[in-house]
């Protein structure tokens, strides 16, 4: 179980590769602790946009070896379930 109350920085190579899909123009700008994860640090990044508001991200940052190993499939999944299907049974 991830220790929640201490607070880990993301690392630079986790917040290029957030920068990395933004809009063209769009930044980070703030990251704050989120608790109540038992599989996960999370993360609220704050995105500033080209119009000069703001956004919110959630960033989940699997540690312990063994959801480490099993994240890609669950992201997958959960991505699946989260997107609605196209294709319709008759």
Avoid: K, Q
Avoid at 62 to 82: C, K, S, T
Wanted: aromatic share 6%.
């Amino acid at each position: 179980m991830t220790n929640h109350d201490e607070v880990v920085a993301v690392r630079p190579l986790t917040l290029a590769w957030v920068s990395r899909h933004l809009e063209v123009g769009e930044r980070i700008v703030r990251t704050e602790a989120l608790h109540g994860g038992i599989t996960a640090e999370m993360r609220r990044l704050t995105v500033g946009t080209r119009d000069g508001g703001t956004r919110d991200l959630v960033l989940r940052i699997f540690v312990d070896p063994f959801y480490v190993e099993h994240a890609e499939d669950w992201l997958n999944r959960e991505a699946d379930a989260a997107v609605p299907s196209t294709t319709f049974a008759c």
